[in-house]
């Protein structure tokens, strides 16, 4: 059984943020958590850079696929999309990071870009989802 974790963005980025390679984590960032009945963490998905119509959306997880759950990703779309109303989340995921463009795409992001080495050596792919593409909130909350 997990645990979703919100409301304690400190506790889930002091786990989080040395597990990514983002860098320096912004002061606007928001994290959702969910963890094991031990009450370890087993993956952070958190955002930042709000606009009015967009945030950025990035996920850290342990390894293990335990915390993938249908319960999890209706909270994940639900604070981006129906709490905040947003129109759209990015994700930028490394192209050698295949495990989590498979994640990516498998929930519903959709390609729509390279930028050529942003990521040093690496190239960055930008993913995003619209709300009424989101499958994983409410039907009455995808549009409007």
Known sequence: MSTLVYGETDRLMEWA????DAGVIPADTVAIGVEDDQ???MAVVYYNHFTT???SMHVVSSGAGRWLTRGFLAAVFAYPFVQLKLNRVT???RSRNERA???DTGIGFRFE???VRAAGDDD???LGMLRENCTWIP???RHG
């Open 17 to 20: 943020g040395p597990r990514n």
């Open 39 to 41: 009450g370890n963490i």
């Open 53 to 55: 119509y967009n945030c």
């Open 91 to 93: 994700a930028y995921v």
């Open 101 to 103: 463009l498979r994640l």
């Open 113 to 115: 870009g390279r930028m």
């Open 124 to 126: 960055l792919i930008v």
């Open 139 to 141: 039907e009455e909350h």
